[in-house]
């Protein structure tokens, strides 16, 4: 099991191959290291397994990160990351990036 990784002074957050509520607890911590930044990026790009509890915990750290005029771009979503938001119906909250052709 991966876990996520934080630059701290970036905010750069990148999210584990294993997004699921097993390693939520790193995650959410990085994401909150990641609010305390004018800007944060998030990498999806490793996921390979996410479940509806961490696209929960995206969900709320948009809703947060808008609140704290934090600005939030995607690096890369994997295409495990944007089926499962887009089967909660979270894709446009998340505001994930299109996929790119292969």
Known sequence: MGKAKTDRAEGRVALPADCRIADLATVKAALEAALSTPAAT???????????????????FRREAAARGV????????????????????????????ATPA
């Open 42 to 60: 998030l990498d999806g790009g490793a996921v390979e397994r996410v479940d509806t509890a961490a696209l929960q915990l995206l969900a709320v």
């Open 71 to 98: 600005a939030v771009a995607w690096l890369g979503a994997s295409e495990a990351l944007r089926d499962g938001a887009a089967r909660l119906g979270l894709a446009r909250t998340l505001e994930l990036p299109a």
